[in-house]
Protein backbone atom coordinates (compact mmCIF):
# COMPACT_ATOMS: atom_id res chain seq x y z
CA UNK A 1 0.00 0.00 0.00
CA UNK A 2 1.01 3.86 -0.39
CA UNK A 3 0.67 6.59 1.51
CA UNK A 4 0.92 10.23 -0.04
CA UNK A 5 1.75 12.89 2.71
CA UNK A 6 1.80 16.37 1.03
CA UNK A 7 3.87 19.46 3.43
CA UNK A 8 4.08 22.78 2.45
CA UNK A 9 1.80 25.27 1.09
CA UNK A 10 0.30 28.59 2.52
CA UNK A 11 -0.14 31.99 1.71
CA UNK A 12 2.17 34.15 -0.97
CA UNK A 13 1.64 37.65 -2.83
CA UNK A 14 1.06 37.49 -6.15
CA UNK A 15 4.43 37.44 -8.07
CA UNK A 16 5.81 35.28 -5.31
CA UNK A 17 6.52 31.77 -5.51
CA UNK A 18 5.98 28.62 -3.38
CA UNK A 19 7.03 25.23 -3.05
CA UNK A 20 5.56 22.13 -1.49
CA UNK A 21 6.53 18.32 -1.62
CA UNK A 22 4.92 14.93 -1.78
CA UNK A 23 6.41 12.27 0.04
CA UNK A 24 5.63 9.29 -1.15
CA UNK A 25 5.46 5.97 1.67
CA UNK A 26 5.52 2.64 -0.17
CA UNK A 27 7.20 0.71 -3.14
CA UNK A 28 8.17 3.32 -6.09
CA UNK A 29 6.48 0.77 -8.63
CA UNK A 30 2.66 2.39 -6.89
CA UNK A 31 4.12 6.04 -7.76
CA UNK A 32 5.76 5.65 -10.77
CA UNK A 33 3.40 8.75 -12.57
CA UNK A 34 2.72 11.38 -10.08
CA UNK A 35 0.62 14.55 -9.89
CA UNK A 36 -0.43 17.47 -9.30
CA UNK A 37 -3.66 18.79 -8.93
CA UNK A 38 -5.64 21.59 -7.34
CA UNK A 39 -9.31 22.48 -6.37
CA UNK A 40 -10.62 25.90 -5.89
CA UNK A 41 -13.65 26.60 -4.64
CA UNK A 42 -16.78 26.07 -6.12
CA UNK A 43 -14.89 24.58 -9.24
CA UNK A 44 -14.06 21.00 -10.20
CA UNK A 45 -10.54 19.66 -9.30
CA UNK A 46 -8.06 20.45 -12.21
CA UNK A 47 -4.50 19.01 -13.22
CA UNK A 48 -2.03 21.03 -12.80
CA UNK A 49 1.23 19.41 -13.58
CA UNK A 50 2.56 15.61 -14.16
CA UNK A 51 5.68 13.32 -14.13
CA UNK A 52 6.33 10.12 -15.47
CA UNK A 53 8.95 7.60 -14.56
CA UNK A 54 11.17 8.83 -17.29
CA UNK A 55 11.45 11.87 -16.30
CA UNK A 56 8.84 13.17 -18.87
CA UNK A 57 7.29 16.74 -17.12
CA UNK A 58 3.87 17.66 -18.19
CA UNK A 59 1.82 20.99 -17.36
CA UNK A 60 -1.49 22.45 -18.00
CA UNK A 61 -1.37 25.83 -20.00
CA UNK A 62 -2.44 27.51 -16.56
CA UNK A 63 0.80 26.34 -15.30
CA UNK A 64 3.08 26.11 -17.85
CA UNK A 65 6.50 28.76 -17.45
CA UNK A 66 5.21 28.92 -13.92
CA UNK A 67 5.25 25.87 -12.13
CA UNK A 68 7.92 23.00 -12.03
CA UNK A 69 7.68 20.23 -11.05
CA UNK A 70 10.55 17.44 -9.89
CA UNK A 71 11.20 14.37 -8.53
CA UNK A 72 13.70 13.15 -5.72
CA UNK A 73 14.14 9.35 -6.41
CA UNK A 74 16.31 8.53 -3.95
CA UNK A 75 13.95 9.81 -1.15
CA UNK A 76 10.55 9.25 -4.22
CA UNK A 77 9.52 12.92 -3.12
CA UNK A 78 7.49 14.38 -5.51
CA UNK A 79 7.73 18.58 -5.69
CA UNK A 80 6.25 21.49 -6.79
CA UNK A 81 7.70 24.73 -7.16
CA UNK A 82 5.24 27.67 -7.96
CA UNK A 83 6.50 31.30 -8.90
CA UNK A 84 5.14 34.06 -10.53
CA UNK A 85 1.62 33.47 -8.51
CA UNK A 86 -1.35 34.66 -9.38
CA UNK A 87 -4.76 35.36 -7.45
CA UNK A 88 -6.04 32.76 -9.21
CA UNK A 89 -4.17 29.83 -8.13
CA UNK A 90 -5.48 29.97 -4.60
CA UNK A 91 -7.06 26.50 -4.26
CA UNK A 92 -6.56 22.98 -2.03
CA UNK A 93 -3.48 21.47 -3.95
CA UNK A 94 -3.04 17.55 -3.87
CA UNK A 95 -0.93 15.17 -4.83
CA UNK A 96 -1.68 11.76 -6.47
CA UNK A 97 0.22 8.38 -7.82
CA UNK A 98 -0.30 5.48 -10.08
CA UNK A 99 2.01 2.95 -11.28
CA UNK A 100 0.57 4.02 -15.10
CA UNK A 101 -1.89 6.53 -16.24
CA UNK A 102 -3.55 7.07 -19.78
CA UNK A 103 -4.50 10.61 -19.49
CA UNK A 104 -2.64 13.16 -17.24
CA UNK A 105 -5.83 14.75 -16.02
CA UNK A 106 -7.67 11.59 -15.76
CA UNK A 107 -8.42 11.27 -11.77
CA UNK A 108 -9.98 8.03 -12.30
CA UNK A 109 -6.61 6.50 -13.37
CA UNK A 110 -4.43 7.44 -10.07
CA UNK A 111 -5.00 5.12 -7.15
CA UNK A 112 -3.41 7.29 -4.69
CA UNK A 113 -4.04 11.01 -2.89
CA UNK A 114 -2.67 12.80 -0.55
CA UNK A 115 -4.22 15.56 1.71
CA UNK A 116 -4.75 18.48 0.21
CA UNK A 117 -2.42 21.72 1.18
CA UNK A 118 -4.26 25.03 0.87
CA UNK A 119 -2.20 27.76 -1.07
CA UNK A 120 -3.26 31.23 -1.21
CA UNK A 121 -2.25 33.59 -3.33
CA UNK A 122 -3.37 37.49 -2.53
CA UNK A 123 -2.92 40.47 -4.98
Known amino acids: EVMLVVFGGGLAQAGGSLRFSCVAL????????MAWFRQAPGTEREWVAGRSGDGTTYYAVSAKGRFTISKDNVKNTLYLQMNLLKPEDTAMYYC?????????????????WGQGTQVTVSS
Open 96 to 112: AAASFVRTWDGESDYKY
Open 26 to 33: GHPYYTDY
